[in-house]
């Protein structure tokens, strides 16, 4: 180190190092009690859900076996042959024109339920955001409401869903927007609570009421921020609608499970591929406008 | 001695500064005035590397620092320390980290990096902060949070921490311009102290002529881009400004004010929020 020392240590020196020491100390003394407690937590966590070494080293080459009986059997010499012929690109995605309209309608699911769930979870942001909330009883509704939306799994509303409404798209629908709103709801507020107060302050200043505030002293500062929430939103969404099918709630899903169900190995790869094909086209198209919304945000400040 | 050859930077169709040529001499403290636009930020910033020049050479001790890349780069950073307008201190953590900042670069290697990471400076490099921040009378607010501190205070950290890179030159940009009068004070006695004390070159841009003619040994007028006074406090009279600027001083001052108004800048703070992308 070529820290050089100009003379010999001050009495202000000495007394900032061993405050510092002090400081030090009570941090670190801190850190490791917590650092104690989580260890503690992660052991009883790895007991209780029996997560042993043991475990982990006899499924893991099972997981590879699966893999390899899923893997179709392809060869090169008929590659590009039509359907009928064993070992083509064409028999293992036969059905193709079922599963991609299938993940059409995955999609579309997970648009609706993205647009309506984020719909009600901008309702309810507000009200929910410690900063903005009208009163302390409205804010407590609206953050257990919201938890409750997000907690319950989708595939458990979609279950009810299916339960009431029948086996289709429209349950795994209702689902999706349950739990988007619950979801998107929270980290609204959470951009809402971080939203600088001053232009709020100006709002109220003029003699503008709650919804004035809303609408002219945050809104504005937060709508970039919503808007890529609410995009990221719609990636998850589309890998979460891809399941709904499990439970008869809409989507490729359904078709998923049956083929898994039937060990119809190869139509499980076919269809995992085009699952991943399609998510990845998704975010990619989704990241891009995100990106775009993100740096327009910056350029007008 | 750093010279400035030919200095040229456009944005787009905006010529920002205009073919400047300045020779500073070590150990001077010079000002740098003009209005709003006039180039004087970006003219700073061209020094530091900050912003990459359109045309010319920056030379100092008669080394060329216009294309250093990587490792060289920061060194020559690190040579000179940079001052901001709204501090650029870390508001979350506290003031003696801010401070060690300055030490970051002085850490070789890759083990110097990991430590560094972990805040782990050692004992002569905290005495070497806190003497720093003793100096400006800040020893007591060392383990406080930067953003408790008030903006004289704040400002006077950043110097602590410009003074842990032990650079050779000092560049202000609009120091004071966020202050009160009496902070704004202190600061400039505390960029005043190291120019005499320490024998750093100081490089400021100021907005108020009588600052810049009480604190500098030099004054540097810019008007659209170009250098259109270089000489002492002294020459640089009322009559010459209103020559320069075709205002006279107050209205100069006033115009100036502009510039620095914080309203009318973009907002500096990052806002929080948004983890994703």
């Known amino acids: 180190m070529d820290t050089a020392l100009p003379g010999p240590a001050s009495a202000a020196v000495l007394r900032g190092e061993s405050d510092f020491q002090a400081a030090r100390r009570h941090r670190r003394r801190a850190s490791l009690l917590w650092l104690v407690i989580l260890a503690l937590c992660l052991l009883l966590a790895a007991r209780l859900s029996e997560m042993t070494p043991q475990a982990l080293a006899d499924g893991v080459p099972r997981i590879g076996e699966y893999f390899w009986r899923i893997l179709p059997t392809l060869r090169w010499e008929v590659l590009f042959a039509n359907w009928e012929t064993d070992g083509s690109l064409a028999a293992w995605f036969y059905r193709l024109d079922k599963w991609a309209w299938l993940i059409f309608e995955t999609s579309q699911m997970a648009l609706l339920g993205t647009f309506f769930g984020t719909l009600i979870a901008f309702c309810l942001c507000f009200a929910a955001a410690r900063n903005l909330a009208p009163t302390p009883w409205v804010f407590h509704l609206a953050r257990r409401f919201l938890e409750f939306c997000r907690t319950v799994p989708e595939i458990v509303f979609a279950l009810i869903f299916v339960w009431a409404f029948g086996i289709g798209p429209l349950a795994g629908i209702l689902a999706i927007i349950i739990h988007t709103a619950g979801a998107n709801g929270k980290l609204f507020a959470e951009v809402v609570e971080n939203a600088e107060t001053s232009a709020m302050e100006g709002v109220r200043a003029a003699g503008g009421n709650w919804f004035h505030r809303v609408r002219f002293g945050v809104l504005p500062q937060v709508a970039p921020n919503f808007l890529s929430y609410a995009l990221l939103r719609f990636e998850i969404n589309v890998r979460g609608a891809s399941v709904l099918g499990f439970v008869g709630a809409g989507g490729i899903g359904e078709e998923l499970y049956h083929v898994i169900s039937f060990n119809y190995y190869e139509e499980i790869s076919a269809i995992v591929v085009l699952i991943i094909l399609s998510v990845a086209m998704i975010d990619l198209v989704s990241e891009r406008l995100r990106h775009g919304l993100m740096a327009g945000g910056a350029a007008r400040g | ?277």
Not at chain 2, 12 to 19: C, E, F, I, Q, Y
């Open chain 2, 1 to 277: 001695m750093l010279e400035l050859q030919g200095l040229t930077r456009r944005f787009g169709a905006v010529t920002a500064v205009n073919d400047v040529n300045l020779s500073i001499p070590d150990g001077q403290m010079v000002g740098v005035i003009g209005r709003s636009g006039a180039g004087k930020s970006t003219l700073l910033r061209m020094i530091n590397r900050l912003t990459e020049p359109s045309e010319g050479r920056i030379q100092y001790g008669g080394r060329d620092v216009t294309g250093l890349r990587g490792g060289e780069l920061r060194r020559w950073r690190t040579d000179c320390a940079m001052i901001f307008q709204q501090f650029n201190l870390v508001q979350r953590l506290d003031v003696l980290t801010n401070v060690l900042v300055g030490r970051l670069n002085h850490r070789p290697g890759l083990m110097g990096t990991v430590t560094s990471l972990f805040k782990m400076f050692t004992a002569a490099e905290r005495a070497m902060a806190i003497q720093a921040l003793d100096r400006f009378d800040l020893a007591e607010v060392a383990l406080q949070r930067a953003d408790t501190l008030s903006g004289g205070q704040q400002q006077r950290v950043a110097i602590c921490r410009a003074l842990l890179q032990q650079p050779r030159l000092i560049l202000a940009d609009e120091p004071i311009a966020s202050l009160d009068p009496r902070n704004a004070k202190t600061v400039m006695d505390a960029l005043r102290q190291v120019n005499r004390e320490d024998g750093l070159t100081v490089l400021t841009n100021l907005h108020h002529l009588n600052t810049a003619r009480q604190y500098c040994d030099r004054i540097v007028a810019m008007q659209a881009g170009r250098v259109m006074f270089d000489g002492t406090p002294a020459e640089l009279t009322s009559a010459r400004v209103q020559e320069i600027y075709g205002v006279t001083e107050d209205e100069f001052e006033e115009q100036a004010q502009e510039a620095v108004n914080p309203a009318a800048r973009p907002p500096l703070r990052t806002k929080p929020g948004l983890a994703v992308a």
